[in-house]
């Protein structure tokens, strides 16, 4: 892999740093329209990512090897909706602002398992980077290298208020601040992992590259629709989470666009 690449998969993981970092600058806990509007953000984000970044070109993809459009991009999205959901049924993990872990029964500390519910979210989110980057580097038409970097760069954005996001409350619980910011930032060491082995994955078998995309929509999708929508629209405030939703869809589809 060329430099280009490796600072491509790594974008997404500073993202989710830089907001862990941000319990070094705030003194006390989010402010709750913040958060409702940051994870409404992240939820418009992954929508259009989905789409534009990853099933349309799916699609593409199909249509120039001269199969039929919509067998890779529907099966792909349903494999990956599966897997996510295999994940959050198997993986012992605790939501945001929510007392009751899912997954299977454990004895894992509070803390590990807000973590990991971070760490399922940023699996899809590598994997699509990966799978995007591997497409541009096997010379592929329907992928460029500034639509790798701008679907790298619009999962940063959503990123950065993730790792705020888990960092804050651990702070508010007790934990120093360094111990706060260590745990939000290893949430997305996932994320250049899942990436790089995507990218391996695809360069063995070359012909399941559609399939790979539409199963990264799928996985993020279902990020979206089971995680992060219903917590921006819990309680109070919730139009906030729905502008969120609005401006995170509509920045990173003139990323895409503009950039793709």
Known sequence: MNGNVWIGILIPFVGTTLGAAMVFFMRKEMNEKLQ????????????????????????DMSEEQGGIAWIP??????????????????????????????????NLKKTTMLVLAVTLH?????????VTFAGVMMGNTMMSLA??????????????????????????????????FLYGAVSGVVEPLAAFGTILLTSLVVPVLPYLLSFAAGAMIYVVVEELIPESQMGK???IGTIGVAIGFTLMMILDVALG
Do not use: C
């Open 237 to 239: 405030h919730t139009n």
């Open 73 to 106: 991009a529907a099966a792909g999205f349903l494999m990956g909706m599966g897997f996510l959901l295999m994940l959050d049924t198997l993986t012992p993990h605790l939501h945001l602002n929510e007392d009751a872990p899912e997954g299977l029964p454990s």
């Open 36 to 59: 409702k509007a940051l994870l409404g953000f992240a939820s418009g984000v992954m929508i259009a990512a989905s789409v534009w970044s990853l099933l349309i070109p799916a699609i």
């Open 147 to 180: 639509g790798a970097f701008a679907l790298s760069m619009g999962i940063a954005i959503q990123n950065f208020p993730e790792g705020a996001i888990i960092s804050m409350p651990l702070r508010s619980e007790g934990y120093t601040k360094g111990k706060a």
């Open 122 to 130: 940023n699996i899809p989110e590598g994997m699509a980077v990966g």
